[in-house]
């Protein structure tokens, strides 16, 4: 098992590299362990690509089955492919995790487009590598994309991806709390459907954890936030409120406790 994804350098052109291996990949025949291999009209790689996207859309659950079968291959049976194929369907969330992260007018803080996207694409693969199939069953691509939010955020922070496990917050039982009023589990679970929903986007769901659910030795806030990202807090502030308020928009709901911390 490898954690660094094929390619995956600092280079204008990362993506478009993928995306040409992905064509020269996608007219081989899907090998027969896989298990769409077994779905109807399922031969070469680029049918299992509209397969897993097809389900992710209209049957999630069997799109998660698919996928963990996908994982299993490759972390249990070091089938690059199987992990290639799972990298190909959420590679356009990693290139929107790099795009939102952008800051043309302050390409030092953050880097360029090109090296946001080779770590973003770079996240994604190591969440993939990292996946704990056995326990997180469910959600599984937004799940990948959560956890390769995290791992993107780390590497911004010059912190290794390993230090962030937003596995943890999953937990049944959480092993911490965060401080604050809120509930890591409660807000991970709110992110993640806002998320899936397309309430939110990955950039707002970043923006809040780091305000109200800080990593150990991180200070929560709008202002260390703020200060972090080169911000006002009065900014940091509007951004976090507006996506709370969509996200209570969403279910109807009044707006979470944990909301008025920041």
């Excluded at 990298?87 to 880097?111: D, T, Y």
């Excluded at 939010?149 to 937990?171: G, K, Q, S, Y």
């Excluded at 996506?243 to 979470?256: D, K």
Aim: aromatic fraction near 4%.
């Amino acid at each position: 098992m490898t954690s660094t994804p094929p390619n995956a350098h600092p280079h204008p052109l990362i993506t478009d590299q993928l995306n040409a291996e992905w064509q020269e990949l996608s007219a081989r025949a899907i090998p027969a362990r896989w298990p769409v291999a077994a779905l109807p009209g399922c031969d070469v790689l680029a049918d299992a690509l509209d397969a897993v996207q097809w389900t992710r859309r209209h049957q999630p659950r069997a799109a998660d089955q698919l996928l963990l079968a996908l994982l299993d291959h490759h972390v249990e049976n070091g089938d690059e492919l199987a992990g290639r194929l799972v990298l190909q369907a959420l590679l356009g969330r990693a290139v929107n995790l790099a795009r939102r992260a952008h800051r043309p007018k302050h390409p030092s803080i953050r880097g360029d487009l090109a090296q946001l996207t080779a770590a973003a694409v770079a996240a994604l693969w190591h969440a993939i590598a990292a996946y704990p199939r056995h326990r997180r069953r469910h959600k599984v691509a937004v799940n990948l994309c959560m956890d390769a939010l995290a791992h993107f955020t780390a590497a911004l922070d010059d912190r290794a991806p390993e230090a962030v496990d937003i596995a943890m917050l999953e937990a049944a039982e959480p092993m911490f709390m965060v401080r604050g009023p809120a509930p890591a589990a409660e807000l991970l679970d709110t992110l993640t459907w806002g998320i899936s929903a397309q309430v939110i986007s990955p950039d707002d769901a970043s923006l809040l954890l780091r305000v109200y659910c800080p990593r150990p030795g991180h200070d929560g806030g709008a202002s260390p936030v703020a200060r972090e990202l080169g911000l006002t807090p009065a900014t940091v502030r509007q951004r976090c409120s507006r996506a709370v308020q969509r996200l209570a928009e969403a279910v109807r709901l009044p707006r979470p406790a944990w909301a008025d911390a920041a």
